[in-house]
């Protein structure tokens, strides 16, 4: 059995990693007017995904080993946004073979940077410590955000893309490059329909 992790919880961790920037930029804070955030571009780059929505993951069995054999299985997404719009929230449901377990992402905007820092946490590894944050932002109507971290041991880059996004559906896939981004392997694609 795994513990749920709580939208409390996911709030304190992404104050904690943000640090004072983001309570000194919110519009609650009286350091911004509601007006002011309103026209900061970025600001409402996720607002698409607030609700709930029905899953269907595409997970690489393997990663980084040439490997074509892909895992399918569906899960839900409810996602809803945090302080006053510079920091939102899913909670993911993976119904994957053997056993269904959850994840939170939880993300933060800094004005300044118009970038989203997006977190992961898994109920599986309720206290292992936070991966590094995948930053960057929309263009276009897609969403790219990029990161370092290391995958057996090894660094690689990793890459969330947004796409394909409408009222009632849209898109996630995360890629690694194990050679600093020239070369990119996709291996969990998820295609979301709105459920509410």
Same mark, same amino acid.
């Given at each position: 059995?795994?513990?749920?992790?709580?939208?409390?919880?996911?709030?304190?961790?992404?104050?904690?990693?943000?640090?004072?920037?983001?309570?000194?930029?919110?519009?609650?804070?009286?350091?911004? !007017?509601?007006?002011?955030?309103?026209?900061? +571009?970025?600001?409402?780059? %996720?607002?698409?995904? $607030? &609700?709930?929505?029905?899953?269907?993951?595409?997970?690489?069995?393997?990663?980084?080993?040439?490997?074509?054999?892909?895992?399918?299985?569906?899960?839900?997404?409810?996602?809803?946004?945090?302080?006053?719009?510079?920091?939102?929230?899913?909670?993911?449901?993976?119904?994957?073979?053997?056993?269904?377990?959850?994840?939170?992402?939880?993300?933060?905007?800094?004005?300044?940077?118009?970038?989203?820092?997006?977190?992961?946490?898994?109920?599986? !590894?309720?206290?292992?410590?936070?991966?590094? +944050?995948?930053?960057?932002? %929309?263009?276009?109507? $897609? &969403?790219?955000?990029?990161?370092?971290?290391?995958?057996?041991?090894?660094?690689?880059?990793?890459?969330?893309?947004?796409?394909?996004?409408?009222?009632?559906?849209?898109?996630?896939?995360?890629?690694?490059?194990?050679?600093?981004?020239?070369?990119?392997?996709?291996?969990?694609?998820?295609?979301?329909?709105?459920?509410?």
């Amino acid at each position: 059995m795994h513990k749920q992790i709580t939208p409390m919880f996911c709030l304190i961790a992404i104050i904690a990693a943000s640090g004072p920037s983001i309570a000194q930029l919110t519009p609650d804070s009286g350091g911004m !007017t509601s007006q002011t955030a309103d026209a900061v +571009p970025g600001l409402h780059d %996720f607002d698409f995904l $607030v &609700g709930k929505w029905r899953v269907h993951h595409r997970k690489l069995k393997e990663r980084l080993v040439n490997s074509h054999e892909w895992v399918e299985f569906v899960g839900t997404l409810q996602s809803w946004p945090l302080m006053a719009g510079f920091a939102n929230v899913d909670d993911d449901v993976f119904e994957v073979p053997g056993g269904t377990y959850r994840g939170a992402a939880p993300r933060s905007f800094d004005p300044k940077s118009q970038q989203w820092s997006i977190w992961w946490m898994d109920s599986r !590894t309720p206290t292992a410590p936070m991966d590094p +944050p995948v930053k960057g932002n %929309f263009h276009n109507g $897609v &969403g790219t955000f990029l990161a370092d971290d290391t995958f057996n041991g090894k660094p690689v880059r990793i890459r969330f893309i947004w796409s394909k996004i409408t009222p009632t559906s849209c898109h996630w896939e995360q890629a690694f490059s194990p050679d600093g981004g020239k070369t990119w392997e996709t291996n969990w694609v998820q295609d979301l329909t709105r459920i509410q």
